[in-house]
């Protein structure tokens, strides 16, 4: 069984960083797609980044390009989100995804973590 727990959210003040963890289990994550989504209150859910884990090629939306980074640790099987520049809207909570696949993408994730929440101040 699959399990993905989130860290690391909190309160911050625009402009600065903070950093995402998802502890992965149970699964053989070398074959897997990793992504991170957020969702804001009263908002549906969107895609932020997506990393595979085999190639570590990176996919990213355009409203968090050039901010944030997705990245792995093969031996702590671990996704991390660093946040850079935040802003107020990015405050949101922030979920950890997971699928086997070959193809890093945006959508049709299989497994969810139950978020850790990020509040940017202005």
């Known amino acids: 069984q699959v399990q993905l727990v989130e860290s690391g959210g909190g309160l911050v003040q625009a402009g600065g960083s903070l950093r995402l963890s998802c502890a992965a289990s149970g699964g053989t994550f070398s074959r897997y797609a990793m992504a991170w989504f957020r969702q804001a209150l009263g908002k549906k859910r969107e895609f932020v980044a997506a990393i595979l884990w085999s190639s570590g090629s990176t996919y990213y939306a355009d409203s968090v390009k050039g901010r944030f980074t997705i990245s792995r640790d093969n031996i702590e099987t671990t996704v991390y989100l660093e946040m850079n520049s935040l802003k107020p809207e990015d405050t949101a909570v922030y979920y950890c995804?997971?699928?086997?696949?070959?193809?890093?993408?945006?959508?049709?994730?299989?497994?969810w973590g139950r978020g850790t929440q990020v509040t940017v101040s202005s």
């Open positions: 995804a997971a699928k086997p696949t070959v193809v890093a993408a945006a959508s049709g994730y299989d497994y």
